[in-house]
């Protein structure tokens, strides 16, 4: 019997700190199924504006092939107006040379003419000689001297046109290099923008990839916490049940045992009747006394306000505040800043129920104070108490650390009360 009621006791005694421990891991893994519905919802937004922004680069770059074109274009138009400009100054430079020739011929001409068309003018008048002679010499001469004028006029109107074609052509190129510039300006821009777009398309892929990671993490931490979740529900079942088997068995054997001292005082009794009288035997019936009514130096309930704080140290973070950057999660306890190795002390007296690292804590130390009432101290660097220990207020249990992830030294310091969180500042005396 007295072994039924030390399995029952135990029972009773880590009953609360897998039933807290349940309540912390159920509250992670809610945690994580929030966190990847947001990463999934979070990169569906990210697919979208990655795929929008794919679109807007298929456009830029298509724009900018089209650029290209009428850039590559106007340069072959270029090319050909150079060429039809350097064929037409080269032609322009032999109709000069063949002005000036020209000129000095009919120049030559000219004055030869008019000295024989003088002399052959008076030997006509002087000689006064065939009247029809002189009237075809005179018809000649005038045919030479308008073939000569239509020649130098047909030579100057080639000239003009010249100028003209060179005039037109110059200011055709200018035109052309304007629109070269300017398509060579858009086509700058549209690449700045393809390189932006570029960069931007390269960062939401990196994105993209990094949601996928932590995703994948969060998915698996999920995974890991279910199967937790399930060994400590498992776990929970099979001692309700021994703690139930416990409860009857330990029933039947005080209702025997209360059967047997009945038989036995009424066997007394009718052995007293038929011999000498006896004094009467007064008996007092057995109690059970469970671990969750079991105090350490007192009811800790009745300590509220009084309680010393488990280390020295500044508040890095109080109960209740936002846990970080995420305003979905909230402060449970609080985190005193201490120097690494600095001792921790039992806030009250109490049995170590846990002493194991722990995901999220790093190094943890659970104590059970009696009647649902529990401690919290994580983050230490080293633990000096292990389950089942009993330790007294004030006597050191671990020290100060990072473990758990943190990047500096402090504790992370949770009362729980009957399995909720309560403010460690309504317990702790205040800080002067």
């Keep these: 019997m007295l072994r039924v009621l030390i399995a029952l006791a135990l029972t009773c005694l880590l009953q609360p700190a ?10 992670q893994l809610d945690a994580t199924r929030q966190d990847i519905a947001e990463l999934k919802k979070l990169l569906g937004k990210l697919q ?3 795929s929008g922004v794919q679109k807007d680069l298929k456009g830029t770059e298509t724009e900018m092939g089209k650029l290209e074109k009428q850039v590559d274009a106007l340069q072959k138009e270029l090319k050909k107006s150079e060429s039809e400009l350097q064929r037409l100054d080269a032609e322009k430079k032999k109709l000069q040379s063949a002005r000036i020739e020209q000129q000095r011929l009919i120049a030559i001409q000219a004055r030869a003419a008019y000295q ?7 030997k006509l008048l002087l000689n006064q000689q065939n009247p029809e002679k002189f ?3 005179l018809t000649y001469y005038d045919y030479l001297s308008q073939a000569r004028l239509e020649q130098l006029k047909n030579f100057n109107e080639t000239l003009r046109q010249l100028a003209n074609v060179e005039k037109d052509i110059a200011m055709q190129q200018a035109q052309l290099l304007v629109q070269k510039s300017s398509l060579d300006s858009q086509r700058d821009e549209l690449d700045k923008v393809r390189k932006e777009r570029q ?3 390269a960062k939401l892929s990196d994105d993209v990839k990094a949601r996928d990671q932590k995703l994948a993490a969060r998915e698996q931490d999920q995974a890991d916490l279910s199967k937790v979740l399930k060994t400590i529900e498992e776990t929970l079942a099979r001692q309700a049940r021994e703690a139930e088997e416990a409860r009857q068995k330990a029933l039947i054997a005080q209702q025997e045992a209360e059967k047997k001292r009945l038989r036995e005082a009424q066997a007394a009794a009718d052995a007293e009747a038929t ?13 059970l006394v469970s671990s969750s009514g079991e105090t350490f130096g007192g009811p800790f309930a009745s300590s509220r306000g009084k309680l010393p704080w488990p280390v020295d140290g500044r508040l890095l973070a109080r109960f209740g505040e936002t846990r970080g950057d995420d305003a979905r999660t909230k402060w449970d306890g609080v985190m005193i800043s201490a120097s690494a190795g600095s001792q921790v002390h039992a806030v009250h007296g109490g049995r170590v129920v846990f002493a194991d690292w722990l995901r999220g804590a790093g190094l943890l130390v659970i104590l059970d104070h009696g009647n649902g009432f529990l401690s919290l101290y994580g983050h230490n660097q080293t633990l000096l108490k292990s389950a089942g220990d009993v330790v007294k207020a004030g006597e050191s249990i671990s020290t100060v650390g990072s473990s758990g992830g943190q990047d500096t030294p402090a504790l992370y310091f949770a009362i729980r009360q009957q399995g909720h969180p309560s403010d460690p500042a309504q317990w702790c005396r205040a800080q002067g």
């Design 199 to 201: 960069q931007v398309l």
């Design 275 to 287: 011999d000498a009288p006896r004094k009467p035997v007064k008996s007092t019936p057995g109690a």
């Design 18 to 27: 897998f039933a807290d421990e349940r309540a912390q891991t159920q509250q």
């Design 116 to 122: 024989n068309g003088r002399q052959e003018y008076l």
């Design 135 to 137: 009237a075809r010499t």
């Design 48 to 50: 979208e504006e990655k």
